[in-house]
């Protein structure tokens, strides 16, 4: 969507394989000033470094604010899309 895959596949803790860059530690995310605590994501999210979301050309491109505008108004889309294709489906068969 935004020219890289960056970002690690939810799911089961066995991911995709997605490249990320390799300044990037993956697997847990701060939680105060002295805990770490495992982030979890369902099946068909994903985490986006915060690096990401404010350096990648085609989301913040150095602000983290437009970054985070980018994909709100992303996923705003992809959900009028998603609603849009489940009413033009046929209800459940009927007996």
């Not at 394989?17 to 300044?23: A, K, L, N, S, V």
């Amino acid at each position: 969507m935004f020219g890289t895959p960056y970002g690690v596949k939810g799911g089961h803790g066995h991911g995709m394989g997605i490249p990320h860059p390799p300044h990037m530690k993956l697997g847990f995310a701060k939680g105060g000033a002295t805990e770490s605590v495992p982030v979890y994501v369902s099946d068909g999210e994903y985490s986006v470094h915060p690096d990401i979301v404010k350096n990648h050309p085609r989301l913040g491109n150095g602000d983290q604010e437009h970054g985070h505008q980018v994909l709100d108004k992303f996923i705003v889309e992809m959900r009028k899309r998603i609603i849009k294709k489940m009413k033009s489906l046929p209800g459940p068969k009927k007996k």
